[in-house]
């Protein structure tokens, strides 16, 4: 790190921009889960959601505001941030946005408001109908009313790549003398290039009244492929914060990667003027968390977190990287948290070679509560059992993913004779149906049946019941669970992954469901809440059924009153 340099601010937006991409739904619980994630990888500002779109909505951005917000796990020390992370609500240019925003992060250490307005011309005639001068008039008393209610407040012109130049500097300078502390940039519909974006950042702080008292942001959309690099060239023009989502997700074609632009400040310490505190190490481990937990499939081959982003298959590149690293590796891998230890784990290895394991791959800390920790290491020992050449990394992300999803239930009451199993001081989350028996008949020319008994916490009784189906044997699997549960039930996704080689790697399936529509149209505006489901086995359909009962036993166990708000609802485009 330099002394030259100035601190860049991470503005990540996962859980507002990122949880807009197509299909995407997070309950609460996932949301808290990937803020905790986000503040112990060092994100300065957290953008925890749109709080006027739903009481559900409201109610998550408040629970990490008094959660996560007061949290300093792994932000303290030398080259980390030292202090608590901003959860920030978006707000759009009205009082009841705006008061609600604030009523939903005020409680956490340090908080923002972020209140936008579009300025482009084509916003301003066709979405809005209003004029620049009341553009301008109403930029001043919307910011204005949110600096009455906290002092941190950045404003964003939505569009403003597409904005006149002119036009956007006295708008900016309205929000600057109306209270405004970070002003954002935001290529809304990722129509720049990286020389435009570069050149409107710096004309904006040249040519901006008041712009040497704030702080100027970028945000970037992916639609030509160039969030990245514009997001650097802003850096390179001036700016000092970047808005930006874990794996790139978000609307269309998704945001800014986070991973992306820390790893070029990383690699490059020279070429920026700027320097970061994030803990690169948990990239690998937070990337994951956020696939598994969004049902956004990270691509094989993308940047930092890809799967196949330190693999060499050529012959030459494994020649020279056999001989020094650096001859075909510019990122050691295990600067962002891909492991390349030689602690090999197997039936014989305890509670201790896990936990250093785990913390090797990203887990360590409080990343996993006791009753995790407990239900990861008996899945362990279950595991390595059952493997003859051992459990491999990718086996142990999976059992994390594994344990997270079945953890994050909201607890049912058991039945009498029910016991309920947890850490000292901790109650477990009682999930209303568990596996309790599969037998599954299928082949060429034979019509599939399954046999499934599950058991029901609540009532203390075990069912079986028994369904045929001409698609194979995971419907069959599926279509007798629902017959149990009796909830008419619509699979929105599904797909089976293996999570090393070998013939005995575990195979980690995941599953989206919601109940049947009530309305035709219901299912493409998101009026439905969606839950997900992952689970891992060395057996796929035994891997299948147990994912779908853990999407079954959020849908059983979701609150109706904590519902958040449609998938059209809750997007907005900045």
Same mark, same amino acid.
């Given at each position: 790190?330099?002394?030259?340099?100035?601190?860049?601010?991470?503005?990540?937006?996962?859980?507002?921009?990122?949880?807009?991409?197509?299909?995407?739904?997070?309950?609460?619980?996932?949301?808290?889960?990937?803020?905790?994630?986000?503040?112990?990888?060092?994100?300065?500002?957290?953008?925890?959601?749109?709080?006027?779109?739903?009481?559900?909505?409201?109610?998550?951005?408040?629970?990490?505001?008094?959660?996560?917000?007061?949290?300093?796990?792994?932000?303290?020390?030398?080259?980390?941030?030292?202090?608590?992370?901003?959860?920030?609500?978006?707000?759009?240019?009205?009082?009841?946005?705006?008061?609600?925003?604030?009523?939903?992060?005020?409680?956490?250490?340090?908080?923002?408001?972020?209140?936008?307005?579009?300025?482009?011309?084509?916003?301003?005639?066709?979405?809005?109908?209003?004029?620049?001068?009341?553009?301008?008039?109403?930029?001043?008393?919307?910011?204005?009313?949110?600096?009455?209610?906290?002092?941190?407040?950045?404003?964003?012109?939505?569009?403003?790549?597409?904005?006149?130049?002119?036009?956007?500097?006295?708008?900016?300078?309205?929000?600057?003398?109306?209270?405004?502390?970070?002003?954002?940039?935001?290529?809304?519909?990722?129509?720049?290039?990286?020389?435009?974006?570069?050149?409107?950042?710096?004309?904006?702080?040249?040519?901006?009244?008041?712009?040497?008292?704030?702080?100027?942001?970028?945000?970037?959309?992916?639609?030509?492929?160039?969030?990245?690099?514009?997001?650097?060239?802003?850096?390179?023009?001036?700016?000092?914060?970047?808005?930006?989502?874990?794996?790139?997700?978000?609307?269309?074609?998704?945001?800014?990667?986070?991973?992306?632009?820390?790893?070029?400040?990383?690699?490059?310490?020279?070429?920026?003027?700027?320097?970061?505190?994030?803990?690169?190490?948990?990239?690998?481990?937070?990337?994951?968390?956020?696939?598994?937990?969004?049902?956004?499939?990270?691509?094989?081959?993308?940047?930092?977190?890809?799967?196949?982003?330190?693999?060499?298959?050529?012959?030459?590149?494994?020649?020279?990287?056999?001989?020094?690293?650096?001859?075909?590796?510019?990122?050691?891998?295990?600067?962002?948290?891909?492991?390349?230890?030689?602690?090999?784990?197997?039936?014989? &290895? @305890?509670?201790? =070679?896990?936990?250093?394991? !785990?913390?090797?791959? $990203?887990?360590?800390? /409080?990343?996993? %509560?006791?009753? *995790?920790?407990?239900?990861?290491?008996?899945?362990?020992?279950?595991?390595?059992?059952?493997?003859?050449?051992?459990?491999?990394?990718?086996?142990?992300?999976?059992?994390?993913?594994?344990?997270?999803?079945?953890?994050?239930?909201?607890?049912?009451?058991?039945?009498?004779?029910?016991?309920?199993?947890?850490?000292?001081?901790?109650?477990?989350?009682?999930?209303?149906?568990?596996?309790?028996?599969?037998?599954?008949?299928?082949?060429?020319?034979?019509?599939?049946?399954?046999?499934?008994?599950?058991?029901?916490?609540? &009532? @203390?009784?075990? =069912?079986?019941?028994?369904? !045929?189906?001409?698609? $194979?044997?995971?419907? /069959?699997?599926? %279509?007798?669970? *629902?017959?149990?549960?009796?909830?008419?039930?619509?699979?929105?996704?599904?797909?089976?992954?293996?999570?090393?080689?070998?013939?005995?790697?575990?195979?980690?399936?995941?599953?989206?469901?919601?109940?049947?529509?009530?309305?035709?149209?219901?299912?493409?505006?998101?009026?439905?809440?969606?839950?997900?489901?992952?689970?891992?086995?060395?057996?796929?359909?035994?891997?299948?059924?147990?994912?779908?009962?853990?999407?079954?036993?959020?849908?059983?166990?979701?609150?109706?009153?904590?519902?958040?708000?449609?998938?059209?609802?809750?997007?907005?485009?900045?």
């Amino acid at each position: 790190m330099s002394a030259a340099t100035d601190k860049l601010i991470i503005f990540d937006t996962t859980l507002r921009d990122g949880e807009q991409s197509p299909g995407v739904t997070l309950n609460t619980e996932e949301k808290i889960e990937i803020a905790r994630q986000l503040s112990r990888l060092g994100v300065d500002v957290l953008e925890a959601g749109f709080p006027i779109a739903s009481p559900g909505d409201f109610n998550a951005v408040q629970r990490i505001a008094r959660e996560v917000g007061p949290l300093m796990e792994g932000r303290t020390g030398e080259g980390r941030v030292n202090q608590e992370m901003v959860i920030c609500g978006l707000a759009r240019s009205t009082k009841n946005d705006i008061q609600t925003a604030y009523d939903a992060v005020k409680e956490a250490p340090r908080h923002r408001i972020h209140v936008f307005l579009a300025t482009s011309d084509i916003h301003l005639e066709f979405k809005l109908k209003i004029s620049r001068e009341q553009c301008k008039e109403r930029i001043a008393e919307m910011v204005g009313f949110a600096k009455s209610l906290c002092q941190d407040i950045e404003f964003s012109p939505e569009d403003a790549g597409r904005s006149d130049r002119a036009f956007l500097c006295e708008a900016l300078a309205v929000a600057i003398r109306a209270g405004a502390t970070t002003l954002n940039i935001p290529d809304t519909v990722g129509y720049n290039t990286p020389q435009e974006y570069g050149d409107l950042i710096r004309h904006l702080k040249a040519n901006t009244a008041g712009a040497e008292s704030v702080v100027f942001s970028t945000h970037c959309h992916d639609d030509l492929g160039l969030a990245t690099a514009n997001t650097l060239a802003g850096i390179s023009g001036g700016a000092r914060q970047v808005e930006v989502t874990i794996n790139g997700i978000g609307e269309r074609a998704g945001n800014t990667s986070l991973e992306e632009v820390v790893m070029n400040i990383h690699t490059h310490p020279s070429a920026y003027p700027v320097h970061h505190t994030i803990n690169t190490r948990l990239f690998f481990s937070t990337s994951r968390m956020v696939e598994d937990l969004s049902g956004m499939v990270v691509q094989a081959n993308k940047a930092i977190v890809g799967r196949n982003a330190f693999l060499h298959e050529s012959g030459i590149h494994q020649d020279g990287v056999l001989k020094n690293k650096q001859t075909y590796e510019i990122i050691r891998p295990e600067d962002v948290g891909v492991t390349t230890g030689n602690l090999a784990l197997g039936k014989h &290895s @305890g509670r201790h =070679a896990f936990k250093t394991k !785990l913390e090797d791959l $990203g887990y360590g800390g /409080a990343a996993l %509560s006791e009753t *995790q920790f407990q239900m990861a290491f008996t899945r362990f020992k279950d595991l390595a059992d059952s493997k003859k050449s051992g459990v491999t990394d990718g086996d142990m992300h999976a059992l994390v993913a594994d344990v997270r999803s079945s953890s994050l239930v909201a607890g049912v009451e058991p039945a009498a004779d029910e016991p309920e199993a947890a850490g000292a001081g901790e109650v477990a989350a009682v999930q209303r149906f568990a596996l309790r028996g599969l037998q599954v008949i299928t082949g060429v020319g034979i019509t599939p049946t399954a046999t499934v008994t599950l058991h029901d916490a609540v &009532s @203390g009784a075990e =069912a079986t019941d028994v369904a !045929l189906a001409n698609n $194979g044997p995971i419907e /069959a699997t599926f %279509s007798a669970i *629902q017959r149990i549960v009796g909830i008419n039930i619509e699979l929105l996704s599904f797909s089976v992954a293996a999570t090393s080689e070998g013939q005995d790697t575990l195979g980690k399936a995941s599953v989206r469901i919601s109940r049947v529509q009530a309305s035709p149209d219901a299912a493409a505006t998101g009026g439905e809440a969606k839950f997900s489901g992952l689970a891992s086995d060395v057996d796929i359909i035994t891997a299948s059924a147990r994912a779908y009962i853990a999407a079954v036993n959020r849908m059983v166990s979701h609150d109706e009153a904590d519902n958040r708000a449609s998938h059209r609802d809750r997007s907005v485009g900045i």
